[in-house]
C-alpha cells in the first residue's frame, strides 16, 4: 500500500519523471504496456486485437496539459487517429479514450472551455468515422468538472462514454445518476492516490464498492463497461448479467492493453464482447508509472531488469 502511493506519487514528480525516462532498461517494460509511440504502432496493435476477436479502445498519452498549443496538438492526433482508423477499416471495432487534463482542462485560463471543445472536435471527428468516444477519469479534483463536461458532450453526442470509479464514495451515487437509457459507463476501481475525506482506503471497501456499483448499473438501462482484471468481479459481473437478464451484447467487459491477456481471449472465445484499452504516444510516464503502483510485482521485474543490464 506504501509502496503504490509513493509509486503514484512519483507519478507527478518531474524529477523522477526524469530519472526514469532516460533509463535505457525502462523501455522492455514500458513496451508490455504500451502499444508504440506511432500512430502507426497503433494501428498495427488494433489490427491484430481485432483479428482476435477484440475490440479496442485508443489513448493517446498524456495528462496535466499546462501549454495551449499541446492541447490543440493532442486534439489535432485524436483526430489524425481516427481517420487513420477509418482508412484501414477499423472505426467501426475501435474506439478512442481521452482525458480531458490533455486536452487543456488544467489551463490556469479558460482550461474548461478548451477542453470542452477540443472534446467536441474529437467527438465530431468519431462520429465522421462511425465510431464513439469515452472520457477518461482522472483525479477527485476534476470529477465534477469532467461529469459536467461528459454531460454537455452528450447533448450532442449521446454515445460518449463516462468512467467512475469505486474507490470513491461518491461514485454510487453518480452510478445511479448515469445508468439510464444508453448511457455508457465504464467502472473502474480508480487509479490515482486519494485522501480517505473522499476515498475508501481500504482495498476489500473498493472492491464492495465496485459490485455495489455493477449492480446499480446492470439494474438500470445504460449499458455497462465493466473494466478489470480481478477474476472476483468479472464472474460477479457474469452472475449479475444473467440475474438482470442482460443480452451478452447489452455490456462488456474492458482490460488494459498487455494485462491478463489470455483471459482477455477467453472471454472473447466464451461470447462475450471484450474491448482493450490500448495507449500510445511519447508520453507515458504517468500512465506506466500507474501500471506499476497497481501490482509491486511489475516494480520488481523493472527493478531486475535494471540490475541486470
Ligand atoms: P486489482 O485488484 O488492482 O487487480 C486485480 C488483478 O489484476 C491483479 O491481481 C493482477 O492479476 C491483475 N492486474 C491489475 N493491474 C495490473 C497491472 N498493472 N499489471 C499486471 N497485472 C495487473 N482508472 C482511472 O482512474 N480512470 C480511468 O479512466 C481508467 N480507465 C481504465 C480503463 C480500463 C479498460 C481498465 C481496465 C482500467 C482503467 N483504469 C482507470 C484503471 C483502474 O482504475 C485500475 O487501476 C486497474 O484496472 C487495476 O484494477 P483492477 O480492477 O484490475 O483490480
Redesign the pocket.
Known amino acids: 500500500m506504501l509502496l503504490s502511493s509513493s509509486l503514484l506519487v512519483a507519478a507527478r514528480s518531474p524529477r523522477i519523471r526524469q530519472l526514469v525516462t532516460t533509463f535505457p532498461a525502462t523501455r522492455k517494460l514500458v513496451d508490455r504496456f504500451v502499444a508504440g509511440e506511432a500512430t502507426a504502432d497503433a494501428l498495427t496493435t488494433t489490427r491484430s486485437l481485432v483479428d482476435d476477436g477484440l475490440t479496442v ?1 485508443l489513448d493517446h498519452l498524456g495528462e496535466d496539459t499546462t501549454d495551449v498549443a499541446a492541447a490543440a496538438a493532442t486534439r489535432d492526433a485524436y483526430r489524425t487517429l481516427l481517420a487513420t482508423l477509418a482508412d484501414a477499416g477499423l472505426a467501426a471495432r475501435a474506439e478512442v479514450s481521452l482525458k480531458l487534463s490533455a486536452l487543456g482542462q488544467a489551463l490556469p485560463v479558460d482550461g474548461q472551455r478548451i477542453a470542452l471543445e477540443h472534446a467536441v472536435a474529437i467527438c465530431q471527428a468519431a462520429a465522421a468515422v462511425g465510431t464513439t468516444v469515452t472520457v ?3 483525479d477527485h479534483t476534476t470529477v465534477d468538472a469532467t461529469l459536467a463536461t461528459v454531460s454537455q458532450l452528450r447533448a450532442e453526442f449521446p454515445w460518449v462514454g463516462a ?1 467512475l ?1 469505486s474507490c470513491l464514495k461518491r461514485t454510487l451515487g453518480d452510478c445511479a445518476d448515469l445508468a439510464g437509457a444508453g448511457s455508457r459507463v ?1 467502472l ?5 492516490a486519494e485522501p480517505a475525506s473522499v476515498a475508501y482506503q481500504d ?1 476489500h471497501a473498493v472492491d464492495q464498492a465496485y459490485v455495489h456499483c455493477m449492480h446499480t448499473l446492470f439494474a438500470g438501462s445504460g449499458y455497462p463497461m465493466i ?4 477474476p472476483r ?1 468479472l464472474a460477479i459481473a457474469g452472475t449479475l448479467a444473467s440475474t438482470y437478464d442482460r443480452p451478452s451484447d447489452s455490456f462488456e467487459y ?3 492493453y498487455g ?2 491477456v489470455a483471459e482477455q481471449r477467453a472471454l472473447a472465445d466464451a461470447g462475450n464482447r471484450i474491448r482493450v ?1 490500448v495507449p500510445y504516444g511519447a508520453d507515458w510516464y504517468g500512465y506506466f508509472m ?2 506499476l503502483a ?2 509491486p510485482a ?1 516494480l520488481g521485474f523493472f527493478l531486475r531488469s535494471l540490475v541486470s543490464r
Open positions: 479502445t477518461d477519469m482522472e468512467v470509479q465504464r473502474v476501481k480508480g487509479a490515482y482495498k473494466a478489470t482484471h480481478d468481479m474492458q482490460m488494459l494485462i491478463r484499452y500507474r501500471r497497481e501490482r511489475n
